[in-house]
């Protein structure tokens, strides 16, 4: 769910950060760039602490990633919380055994790989993406972590986009977003 | 340029890593020994020393910018960029930045490709560093150099994790230090 996020003033710093690109990657759609965050070095230290505060001591033993913005707010999570890091990727860059799972993005189809043995049977796991849409990205990641025996504690994002329902398709499990564009 | 020539002799640090790196043979084509960092990022006290190795080395040199290269680079650039208090600039792949970009074209060392930054991500005068997994040919990190040249920044060095044997011998890229943590492991067993 949602934490008192509201409230905490690096919040407010963090949505003025993110900049919005119109009719990106198509007409209609208003992307969200978290590349201007990454510009701040003071709010992109916010965002993390914001993650790592909520999930330090929880018994968090992954942190998965997804391609590619995932990677660059994952690892830091990872690194500070104690837990590995696991990148859930497009088809064909993984190099090892791997298994995949397929869903449907915003715009367009895709698949999603992890690698064999890189996730095991009782690991407690979190999700990690830049932002949710329609869910369908995060829902394939969860099914990869579930699928090798995982527990996935919560999925964690910057945005969250309210009016695609992407929260409801998750399945009862637990999302936290740091803000909301409508 | 490798970091046990470089004041980290007999560092067991260094090992921790190589050891976590695993071979993958004909990847993604064959007779190319493919050096997986992805089985270094599961070792939590491993992947931590990367990254710390990196940190001790930059924190005091004034870095204002560290750019990753797409998309292994994403996963050791950002944690450097928060530790030494520099912004990260992600280089991308066409087509993924949704802002106005500069491109630079260049070749792998399997294929080509194309190289972009995001206008006014990077200012003049800027002090950065280049973060890769691996540095091959030198094809993708002299791209990444141009690209931060050509907006002003003064690239300081580039990091990588592994450096495979052509650039064995070479200090520099471009002009550029390297910095390079481990050799590319072998097989262990024949198979």
Do not use: W
Request: hydrophobic share 45%.
């Amino acid at each position: 769910m949602s934490a008192l996020r509201d409230e905490d003033p690096r919040v407010h710093a963090i949505k003025t950060k993110i900049r919005v690109v119109p009719n990106f990657p198509k007409p209609g759609i208003m992307f969200q760039d978290i590349t201007t965050l990454l510009l701040d070095p003071k709010a992109f230290k916010d965002t993390i602490d914001l993650f790592v505060e909520r999930y330090k001591g929880k018994n968090i033993s992954v942190v998965a990633g997804i391609e590619a913005r995932g990677f660059i707010f994952g690892p830091p999570i990872a690194l500070a919380i104690g837990a590995k890091f696991v990148p859930l990727r497009k088809p064909r860059k993984l190099p090892g055994d791997v298994i995949f799972e397929e869903y449907t993005l915003e715009y367009g189809r895709d698949r999603l790989e992890m690698h064999v043995g890189a996730v095991e049977h009782g690991d407690r796991a979190l999700v990690v993406d830049d932002l949710i849409a329609t869910g369908g990205t995060l829902c394939a990641a969860m099914s990869l972590l579930e699928r090798v025996g995982a527990e996935v504690v919560e999925c964690a994002c910057l945005i969250e986009l309210p009016d695609l329902q992407g929260r409801e398709r998750l399945n009862g499990k637990p999302l936290y977003v740091l803000v909301e564009s409508h | 340029m490798f970091a046990s020539e470089n004041g980290l002799k007999g560092d067991p640090r260094l090992k921790a890593i190589s050891e976590a790196i695993r071979v993958v043979p004909h990847f993604p084509k064959p007779g190319i020994m493919f050096q997986d960092i992805t089985t270094l990022l599961l070792d939590h006290k491993a992947f931590k020393h990367t990254v710390d190795i990196f940190v001790d080395r930059y924190r005091d040199m004034d870095i204002s910018v560290v750019a990753g290269v797409e998309a292994r680079g994403f996963m050791f650039g950002p944690s450097i960029a928060l530790a030494i208090g520099a912004k990260f600039v992600p280089l991308r792949k066409p087509r993924k930045l949704p802002g106005e970009v500069i491109s630079e074209a260049y070749e792998l060392e399997y294929g080509t490709d194309c190289l972009e930054m995001h206008v006014g991500a990077v200012q003049p005068g800027e002090r950065a560093l280049v973060i890769d997994d691996l540095i091959a040919t030198g094809g993708t990190l002299s791209a990444a150099i141009s690209l931060l040249e050509r907006v002003g920044a003064e690239v300081v060095e580039c990091g990588c994790v592994i450096g495979l044997p052509e650039v064995k011998g070479q200090c520099r890229l471009n002009g550029k230090p390297l910095y390079i943590l481990v050799e590319p492991r072998e097989m262990d067993n024949c198979c």
